[in-house]
């Protein structure tokens, strides 16, 4: 190191006595001196004790050092007036490793040292020091074997405090061996008059045995006498109640039992249970237990005992077992009887009476002598549920799954970012409150999956123009919140998409918060270990935010979206996680470049929709994607809602429902789109929610819910249903 020199002066000192005092520190001091000034400050050292040529390591100070090579990691010490010192070894000091006894069974130990002023860089100092004759004192911890001979022991010096426990005495002692053993013995102890703690494997002939396993002790002397066995009877005595010539049974008077008493696994010929032979007993026993081969039979205890009979049958309960008009209406649930007639195609109409079907076809209707007597069209509806005072507080762009069962809103914002939210059953019009205890930060634009028992919140705008990379699970079952590690999470992004594989939570592209480059890379999120990992760049989509993501059942389809400037994308890719691998989309046919769209999966196809192009202003175009033929189908133009971005979108089952969104002014209004029938059809309601953009929209299985959002200034808080239109068909009962 140009203008750094060093001198070293070096002390080794350890303690000579037993073992267990020797410790494994080296104490080494030296001096450092830097363009000719002692040196005062922290400094970083590195250590290796090496031998003489310097090309072999036999120890470094975080054990990285190969063939006299620097170590990896430094230790920090404080230099004052040049000088430091260090304890080689000990491992209380970050990046130092102990030092094993078995370096210094090498005959020519050398000390290398590099040093760091936290100016010019590591540089070692020459020369290597040589370890003097006290740091192979630490050698006087492990005595060779065979050193100490019998005629290096004073007679008497071992007692039984110098034994160790479990010591196993090999060889023949003679004489009487007075005290204490905890072990095992093997031969004769017939001398032995200590407390023994252990197995004896020979002839045992001592007073005293504290240990309840005795393996070789006869039992002379044992008197066979059945009874109770109480806590005054000693192991002979209680071993002579179990009346050996009785098959070791021992007859308890009367046995309580304060715990669960397990019975041990059966076998065909080995029952765990004996049961009383026959079913009627000429003189019934107290508490038998009988088995015919058809009923159990159970006697009580009682002066006169009585027999009761356990029916039991391994074949369903058949109307032939049930006595007439044993069953009355308390007996059933409430609707049983209904749902029953229902399942069964029955009904209580009266001859002549009309009832409704989805199938113009209704086999089960048409089996009871029902008459088809044409189809009528139920109207589309839309319904604001009452809410007052139940309802998440107004906000907009908040976050929202659909459970199965409940709508979950969180987050999101008014005037400010929220971390707060409520379920909502449609069923039974019912807001229920989540807890905010270990919710994440409040943020609004996070993104959110449904995993099938948990909600997941990941990023979002925590305010101020300020984004985070955290996020949560939340448990509506027990209503409980979990943080998700941060560790290889995703940088910080917005206008990113999400979906939910099954297992994972995969996010993917958006614009970088710091830079404003977009991005195309992604990661996976498993709740199962909450870890996150990051997915294959090879082959992906080009960097791009504000696009979509749909999942098939097998791949995560991205499409579209803003990469630099003004350009937009009307191309994607296919990520399959299972392969992690990506392959293209096809363009031939695709729509026009586009950001802020919709896209729906149908369980066959992705269908995009609407959004806005640079130049073209905003879309009411869109096409439907076929993965399996990797085609373009155009969606018609005809009767489609005007173009529009912050719309929200559905799927039903077989319609595409469109509704609200922003094109410079705020939209109440909507589409549905047939794709068999390739056709658009206006919602035409007599009664809308007000316009909005930024609200959320989840679709139960039978309508479509929309909560919140906002118009301007404008925050909404209210909750609608709608219902679309149906054709049902009607039969006349005979």
Known sequence: MKHLRAAIIAILLVTTAVWAQVPQLINYQGRVIVDGVNFD?????????VNSAGNTTYWSNDGTSIAGSEPTAAVTLTVTRGLYAVLLGDTTQPNMTIVSATVFTNPDVHLRVWFNDNTHGFQQLAPDRRIAAVGYAMMAADVPDGVITASKIAPGAVGSSQLASGLTLAGTTTGTFVGNVTGNITGSASN?????????????EATAIAASIVTGKTLSGLTAVPGVITSSDSILSAIGKLSGNSGLLAPLSSPTFTGTVTLPLGTATSPPLIL???SNLTSPLYGAVEFDGTNVHVTNNSATPTRKTVAYTDTPINASQIGTGLITS???AAGSAASNLAASGQTGVPSGGIVMSLSGNDTNLIGLGYASIGKSDLGETFEQRPSSGTAPSARANHAAVWTGTEMIIWGGRDTVPLNSGKRYNPATNVWTEMTTTNAPTPRGNASAVWTGSEMIIWGGNIGGGNWTSTGGRYNPSTDTWASI???GAPTLRLQNTVVWTGTDMI?????????SVRMNDGFRYTPTTDSWSQISPIGAPSA??????VWTGTEMIVWGGGDFGSLNNNDGGRYNPATNSWSDINTGSAPMPRVSHLAVWTGSEMIIWGGYRSGSGYLNSGSRYNPTTDSWIPLPSAGAPEGRIQSVAVWTGNELIV???YNGSWFNDGGICRPDSNRWRIMEMPFSPPSRSGHTAVWTGREMIIWGGNAGSTVFGDTFTYSPPKEVYLYQRP
């Open 276 to 278: 009383q032979a026959g």
């Open 41 to 49: 400050g922290q400094g970083q050292f590195k250590f290796a004790l």
């Open 192 to 204: 032995f008059t200590g407390i023994l703690a252990g197995d004896v494997t020979g002839t045992q």
């Open 544 to 549: 791009r935010y504000n696009h979509t993501a």
């Open 330 to 332: 308390s007996m059933m």
């Open 507 to 515: 996010v993917w592209g958006g614009e970088d918060v710091n830079t």
């Open 659 to 661: 509704w609200g969104g």
């Open 485 to 487: 590690s941060n560790t």
